[in-house]
């Protein structure tokens, strides 16, 4: 059992930063990958950066490469998102993943969500 919660999310303006972080309390024992996917409105959910148990892998969805990097810290519980150059098409809800490698929408464990808001 794993359960994630995020943080950072909120209202940015173009060209600006924010910084998301996702800590896992993991019952048991094991690590995993983790990652980031995002859903905005009448769009499906797309990964936007993974990165592997290890911290040795890391996979980026192609509209957000060179802007956005994914870290994982020392004890391999909590990731980051660092997000540059925002854009309003960055806008969604972004959740965070665990799971294995590589990360799928569709299994795994999920945070409860923290938007982003990119305007003026």
């Known amino acids: 059992q794993v359960q994630l919660v995020e943080s950072g999310g909120g209202l940015v303006q173009p060209g600006g930063s924010l910084r998301l972080s996702c800590a896992a309390t993991i019952s048991g024992s094991g690590f995993y990958a983790m990652g980031w996917f995002r859903q905005a409105p009448g769009k499906e959910r797309e990964l936007v950066a993974a990165?592997?148990?290890?911290?040795?892998?890391?996979n980026y969805g192609d509209s957000v490469k060179g802007r956005f990097t994914i870290t994982k810290d020392i004890a391999r519980t909590t990731i980051y998102l660092q997000m540059n150059r925002l854009q309003a098409a960055d806008t969604a809800v972004y959740y965070c993943?665990?799971?294995?490698?590589?990360?799928?929408?569709?299994?795994?464990?999920w945070g409860q969500g923290t938007q982003v808001t990119v305007s003026a």
């Open positions: 993943n665990a799971g294995p490698w590589p990360l799928r929408p569709i299994r795994g464990y």
């Open positions: 990165i592997s148990d290890s911290g040795e892998y890391t």
